[in-house]
């Protein structure tokens, strides 16, 4: 299982982003996916998950963020609108297989992570 994340860089306040994450070695459409993120010196938090229809976000995105799969192209998105400095950090993509969203510590396949940072 391989999950790459892409898309972070830095960007003023107001800004937007959009991460992917491209997955491989496991079904994805059927599965659980999710996006995370930890800022320095804080514990990661969930943001984000998808499966089998059910979609939910963290209070601190909702209505900012967007998550999305294209299970053809086995591809994870974020599409983040309104950025704030409080978000910057660095974001993970996970995965489970599952048809359900575990909590945080049963994800069994993280990506690598890229950094976001919003300046003010």
């Known amino acids: 299982v391989q999950l790459v994340e892409s898309g972070g860089g830095s960007v003023q306040a107001g800004g937007s982003l959009r991460l992917s994450c491209t997955a491989s070695?496991?079904?994805?459409?059927?599965?659980?996916m999710g996006w995370f993120r930890q800022a320095q010196g804080k514990e990661r938090e969930g943001i984000a998950t998808s499966s089998f229809g059910t979609i939910s976000y963290a209070d601190s995105v909702k209505g900012r963020f967007t998550i999305a799969r294209d299970n053809a192209k086995k591809t994870l998105y974020l599409q983040m609108h309104s950025l704030k400095p409080e978000d910057t950090a660095m974001y993970y993509c996970?995965?489970?297989?599952?048809?359900?969203?575990?909590?945080?510590?049963?994800?069994?396949?993280w990506g690598q992570g890229t950094q976001v940072t919003v300046s003010s």
């Open positions: 070695g496991f079904t994805f459409s059927s599965d659980c």
């Open positions: 996970a995965a489970e297989e599952r048809w359900w969203c575990p909590s945080l510590d049963e994800y069994n396949y």
